[in-house]
């Protein structure tokens, strides 16, 4: 991963973020604007009860996602991507986030929900190892083990050219 770096946001991320979400073709994003958008990072930046990342190189910022730390519960989500990023720059930021929790808050499950019509994402977790735990009519409940995870985070490195992580 020697090219690509995490690193925690800074409220001067608040505009990019906003315009991803502005520009994403999903019909999932909860509506936001301007103003409330950069209250609920302001908000949650404050708090200190999780951590809110990106995920870059050089070149480019392939996206942000979050985490927090609710009633000894470890969840992730609003997990948002650069369009210019490629599929392999987007798919090793959700290994290197989810390794990155894992190992920064000790626990040996991380929770998260993914909006039911939004199978290219929950179909992605599952293949990581995710398991459903719930369904209503709008999101799918998962629960993610750090042992499963583990595993399933070395074969996916493995099948990355060695050369450009």
Known sequence: MSEYHLEPIKLEDTELIYFMRSISKSKVLKPTDRIKNQTFIRRFLENKEGGYLKFCNSKEIVGYYRWQNNDEKVTIGSWI????????????????????????????????????????????????????????????????????FKYKYNEKINRFNPRTI
């Open 81 to 148: 991507t650069n369009p210019s990023s490629g599929f392999k720059e987007k798919i090793l930021f959700d290994l290197e986030f989810k390794l990155f929790v894992f190992n920064e808050t000790g626990t040996d499950y991380l929770f998260f929900e993914v909006e039911r019509n939004n199978s290219t994402v929950w179909r992605h977790h599952e293949r990581l190892g995710a398991e459903l735990i719930r369904e209503d009519q709008v999101e799918r409940h998962y629960r993610l083990s750090r042992t499963v």
